[in-house]
């Protein structure tokens, strides 16, 4: 007798995204959060309109290849210093995650502080957790598509105006604006604008958990630098154990055999990657603390103690300590390093800036004349000087030459530069035949600022005597 054939099995590789409902959580980080959203995009749309003699405060104007931040203006060369300030970022998130864990992906990462904007805007407009789960559950009607459609207008305005002040930070605001409006954008400028508010309407308002969960890499080697002293959002499984609701027909001795969980899932509903915290740390936790809050407000209203969810190590955990014994624990081997590490970056960083002259000199020999004989007897050499005044001030600027007997030059001995400038200078060097040997001399070009004598930069050069 023939068996019917076997259906193969089908393993499935990717699943389905579950739409996530946030509930809205009160309490201290809530109000931490939104501290945090406030100040960052306060800076972030307000700094391009921010003004510095004369000028935009921050901007960095790629076509003139000069970045104008506050009273510094910085140029290719000075490339160093971004390095410099990347390696100060990474160094402190380093840090930082190390004694708190991932505080920075919950309260100041762009992407949880543009999806808590996206998430007020939807609460507003389409009501609270539960209303938003019946109207996406209801068939279409004008009310729904109302309110969806004026959500993602809202949605679209938010994200088109941050795509508008991120390419104000490359090309000066006020003239963007008008631009704007006589619909006079270049091609690269609609590109950007169009592209960064694409990408905060998707990422905001419909990726969001996703980005944290399977887009951003910091959440996979995030543990690379934790350790059992790490302050993390945890559940206390002894005192929350067993879990289950209130029961008030339970007598005293069941009640104590009761943990002080209740089981009522907003540690859940408010968790906006939606995980469940009770079942320990994972990856897709984002510290954001929500969970935390919003046990604390269940504890509050059935009269236990605050804390069941809350900041805490495993260390502190397996060993019940105190809140001071954790404190204790911060200045270990891991954090002093990083300290050490940052605190001599940081100073080196600043040391540098506080030193860094704002004039540059670059002498470049004419390739086509190694060097020539000219009237009475003098040796000519033809150099061209790359001055650059990265000074906001324009200087005027004398330039003497030394290194050999009767060096001189033939060529006016000053030059003027507009502030934030770069200018080329030919000069022409000439010495007596006979006062310097012949092949490669060594000379020097000073260039000072008439105004400014600190103001100095020396530069060698090569002066050829043909043999």
């Given at each position: ?12 590789m ?9 509930r809205?959580?009160?309490?201290r980080y ?29 901007l960095?104007?790629?076509?003139a ?6 009273g ?15 390696i ?11 004694i ?26 389409e ?9 996406d ?28 002040s ?24 609609w590109?950007?604008?169009g ?7 998707g ?17 996979r ?11 993390i ?43 469940d ?6 990856y ?11 046990c ?39 954090v002093?390093i ?5 605190v001599?970056?940081?100073?080196g ?22 060097g ?7 040796i ?18 004398r330039?003497?030459?030394s ?63 043909p043999?």
């Amino acid at each position: 007798m023939n068996e019917a054939p076997t259906k193969p099995a089908v393993i499935r590789m990717y699943a389905a995204r579950e739409e996530i409902y946030p509930r809205e959580a009160k309490g201290r980080y809530a109000s931490l959060r939104w501290a945090c959203v406030w100040i960052t995009q306060l800076v972030f749309y307000g700094l391009p309109w921010m003004n510095w003699n004369g000028r935009q405060a921050v901007l960095f104007d790629l076509g003139a290849r000069k970045f104008y931040i506050f009273g510094m203006v910085l140029w290719p060369q000075d490339f160093i210093y971004l390095a410099a300030l990347l390696i100060i970022a990474a160094y402190l998130l380093f840090l930082v995650t190390a004694i708190a864990g991932r505080v920075w992906c919950g309260f100041a990462c762009p992407q949880t502080v543009y999806t808590e904007i996206f998430m007020w805007i939807e609460r507003k407009i389409e009501g609270a957790r539960s209303a938003r789960i019946r109207l996406d559950r209801q068939p279409w009607t004008a009310d729904k598509l109302a309110r969806k459609t004026a959500k993602h207008l809202a949605w679209g305005a938010v994200a088109l105006f941050t795509g508008f002040s991120f390419v104000a930070y490359f090309a000066p605001v006020r003239s963007l604006l008008a631009n704007i409006g006589a619909f006079a954008l270049g091609p690269w400028e609609w590109f950007w604008i169009g592209f960064y508010a694409f990408a905060t309407y998707g990422n905001a308002g419909w990726l969001r958990e996703q980005v944290c969960k399977y887009m951003c890499p910091y959440a996979r080697f995030q543990s690379a630098m934790f350790d059992k002293d790490t302050l993390i959002v945890t559940y206390d499984q002894e005192r929350g154990e067993p879990r289950g609701p209130i029961n008030p027909k339970a007598t005293a001795e069941e009640a104590k055999k009761k943990g002080d969980c209740i089981d009522c899932n907003m540690c859940v509903q408010v968790c906006p990657t939606g995980i469940d915290i009770r079942k320990g740390l994972q990856y897709e936790c984002i510290g954001c603390a929500a969970c935390v809050d919003a046990c604390n407000g269940v504890m509050d209203k059935i009269d236990l103690p605050r804390g069941l969810i809350r900041y805490s190590t495993d260390n502190a955990m397996d060993n019940k300590w105190s809140a001071k014994r954790i404190g204790q624990r911060i200045l270990r081997t891991r954090v002093l390093i990083y300290t050490g590490l940052l605190v001599l970056i940081v100073a080196g960083f600043g040391t540098a800036l506080a030193l860094r002259t704002p004039l540059k000199v670059d002498v470049i020999r004419d390739r086509g004349s190694m060097g020539r004989e000219v009237g009475d007897g003098l040796i000519e050499n033809v150099y061209r000087l790359q001055i650059m005044n990265t000074a906001e001030e324009g200087h005027s600027f004398r330039i003497k030459v030394s290194g050999l007997d009767s060096v001189r030059l033939a060529t006016p001995d000053q030059t003027v530069l507009d502030g934030a400038s770069t200018r080329a200078v030919p000069v022409r060097v000439q010495v007596d035949r006979g006062a310097a040997a012949k092949g490669s001399n060594q000379i020097e070009f000073e260039i000072t600022a008439v105004d400014d004598p600190s103001l100095t930069v020396r530069e060698k050069a090569v002066f050829i005597v043909p043999k």
